[in-house]
């Protein structure tokens, strides 16, 4: 039976993680921004793993693509790659990148941050946190974006948000509640 441990790059993944999952591990990268390499990315989250000690499966990874050049799906395949580098290759692991960041995916539910008549073709790849400021006047993402993403419809940001969509998909197996929706 799946035991699932997570690794987070940033507070609001790791206090949503933590309300839709209780109970799981989930620790934290602290690396986010633009400046950080995969490889140091791949470097402390092979750290992480293994402190986990095998008591875990899958270990699933979420980061923010933020302005890396990279698909989130190609920034998958390279967090993959520098993970085997460091000697991780005998776990499964489910990575997935926010494209841009996590608030993305919020933005790809429209209708729940009360903008509808402005949304964009795409969310994906937008400074997502500062939309989100514009459209509401103020944002915490620790407080906000939590509660913001236990709200979204679910079904509509599998459709509109692909990095949403390869990421709940690499989540196959794993018994959660919140991915419990018609895709």
């Not at 993680?17 to 400046?35: A, S, Y």
Request: proline fraction near 4%; charged fraction near 25%; hydrophobic fraction near 35%.
């Amino acid at each position: 039976m799946p035991n699932p441990a997570f690794i987070v790059d940033g507070h609001t993944e790791q206090s949503f993680i933590g309300k839709i999952c209780p109970g799981k591990p989930v620790q934290r990268t602290n690396l986010n921004g633009n400046g950080v390499t995969i490889e140091a990315i791949a470097k402390k989250v092979a750290s992480l793993i293994r402190l986990f000690g095998n008591r875990h499966y899958p270990i699933i990874i979420l980061v923010d693509r933020e302005n890396r050049n990279e698909s989130a799906n190609e920034l998958c395949g390279l967090l993959q790659n520098a993970l085997e580098n460091e000697g991780i290759t005998d776990q499964d692991l489910r990575i997935g990148f926010a494209d841009k960041m996590i608030e993305n995916w919020i933005l790809a539910d429209y209708k729940l941050i009360d903008d509808i008549e402005n949304k964009p073709e795409s969310t994906d790849g937008l400074s997502g946190a500062s939309v989100i400021k514009k459209i509401k006047g103020s944002y915490n993402k620790v407080i906000d974006g939590v509660e913001l993403l236990g709200k979204i419809d679910k079904p509509t940001v599998y459709n509109a948000s692909p990095s949403f969509k390869s990421f709940v998909d690499s989540l196959n197996g794993v018994e959660c509640n919140y991915l419990e929706f018609e895709k």
